[in-house]
C-alpha cells in the first residue's frame, strides 16, 4: 500500500540545523497535505508543521521562524529543513500524509520515525 520513509534525523548540537525527508510511495492517487508531527519524552504528539498540495503551510508556535516545510510533488517527499535547534526540539518526527490511493478512499498515513536529538 503506501510507505511513508522518513530520514535525515540524527544527533545536532544546539544552534545546529537537521533537514528531514519523508518519501512517500505506493498506489498513491492524490497526496492531498503531508506534514510532521513530534512527540518528545513524557509529552503527546504535537503537529510541527503541515502542507497542503496547494502550498498554504502551517507551524508549531514553537518552530515559527526556525523551520520551513517544503514538497517536491512530483518525488511525492516533503522536508522539514530545521535551523537554530535548540533542546526542547529533541522528539521523535513522525511524517503524516493525507492520501487518496488508487485502491482506498482518503486517509492519513504515518511513517515509522526518526529521532532528532539537539545536545551539546
Known amino acids: 500500500q503506501v510507505q511513508l520513509v522518513e530520514s535525515g534525523g540524527g544527533l545536532v548540537q544546539p544552534g545546529g540545523s537537521l533537514r528531514l525527508s519523508c518519501a512517500a510511495s505506493?498506489?498513491?492517487?492524490?497526496?492531498?497535505?503531508m506534514g510532521w508531527y513530534r512527540q518528545a519524552p513524557g509529552k503527546q504528539r504535537e503537529l510541527v508543521a503541515a502542507i497542503t498540495s496547494a502550498g498554504s503551510t502551517n507551524y508549531a508556535l514553537s518552530v515559527k521562524g526556525r523551520f520551513t516545510i517544503s514538497r517536491d510533488n512530483a518525488k511525492n517527499t516533503v522536508y522539514l529543513q530545521m535551523n537554530s535547534l535548540i533542546p526542547e526540539d529533541t522528539a521523535v518526527y513522525y511524517c503524516?500524509?493525507?492520501?487518496?490511493?488508487?485502491?482506498?478512499?482518503?486517509?492519513?498515513?504515518w511513517g515509522q520515525g526518526t529521532q532528532v536529538t539537539v545536545s551539546s
Open positions: 505506493g498506489s498513491i492517487r492524490s497526496i492531498y497535505a
Open positions: 503524516n500524509a493525507d492520501i487518496r490511493t488508487i485502491i482506498d478512499g482518503r486517509r492519513d498515513y
